[in-house]
């Protein structure tokens, strides 16, 4: 999600697999909010195949809800939505409402103060972090997410980040699939708790 701007037009993506293939999903362009493009989101799907159906699942910075969308449309059980801007918050309310998708938690607020909490439910098997390139929050997100229990055994990390940029994350995080899309570098990361 890191689109640079200050239009506040109108867009949609299309959900590309799954019971609700081929749905539109309204969304508000503001600034950082970048959906993740038809092609990555099918090689992403096509990686997560083997693990999507039944996983619970997290998007960190929602945005449009793409991936929160696609997940529980090819059969993840749940998934909890956190976005901190009020306008793609109403979109995903109404997204959520088009689709009737009771599975989907949409949190409003900011995903590290939210993270900092710490998680009592149950931990997550599929994350998404994608946060606005500018804001530089791929290393503090993915160090929160394992000292706050948010990650299961062998969960799945999604990532996207700046092509050019080299990136500090943990070294509990085995890459398992990596990619390049124009100036986009997307990844898929596998937990490996630590053993003391």
């Known amino acids: 999600m890191a689109k640079k701007g200050s239009q506040q037009s109108s867009g949609s993506v299309r959900i590309i697999g799954g019971k609700w293939r081929s749905r ?12 993740t493009g038809s092609r990555i989101r099918e090689t ?6 083997p693990s999507i159906e039944g996983a619970r699942c997290l998007d960190l910075f929602a945005g449009s809800g793409a991936l929160c969308f696609e997940a529980l449309s090819r059969g993840a059980d749940c998934c909890v939505a ?22 989907l938690d949409i949190v409003s607020g900011d995903c590290q103060k939210l993270l900092e909490r710490g ?37 799945q990390i999604y990532c996207e980040f700046p092509a050019t940029e080299a990136q500090d994350l943990p070294l509990s995080w085995r890459l398992i699939k990596d990619k390049i899309a124009g100036n986009v570098r997307y990844c898929l990361f596998e937990y490996v708790e630590q053993t003391a």
């Not at 539109?24 to 959906?35: A, E, H, I, K, Q």
């Not at 956190?82 to 009771?102: C, F, K, M, V």
């Not at 009592?120 to 530089?136: G, H």
């Open 44 to 49: 992403l799907f096509n990686w997560l195949a």
């Open 119 to 155: 998680n009592t439910a149950k931990p997550y098997d599929i994350i998404f972090l994608d946060p606005p390139f500018d804001m530089k929050l791929h290393k503090q997100a993915s160090r929160l997410l394992i000292s706050g229990n948010w990650l299961a055994s062998k969960a």
């Open 24 to 35: 539109n999903l309204r969304f508000v362009s503001v600034d950082g909010l970048r959906p």
């Open 82 to 103: 956190i976005e901190a801007n009020s306008q793609a918050i109403s979109e995903l309310r109404h997204n959520q409402a088009q689709l009737t998708a009771n599975n």
